[in-house]
């Protein structure tokens, strides 16, 4: 599941973007920003 967070007040947001409009619940804000899984890059650094 791919998480949300919007961009005003940085609330998670916890929707399915498929069935529902993708608003915050919180502000109501329209900007939302795709929550990427923290993904950590392994540099070698040699
Ligand atoms: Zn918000």
Not at 11 to 36: A, F, H, Q, T
């Amino acid at each position: 599941m791919v998480g949300y967070i919007c961009a005003k007040c940085e609330s998670e947001i916890d929707i399915n973007p498929v069935r529902e409009k993708i608003i915050c619940p919180e502000c109501s804000g329209r900007v939302i920003l795709k929550k990427r899984p923290v993904e950590k890059k392994t540099v070698e650094a040699r």
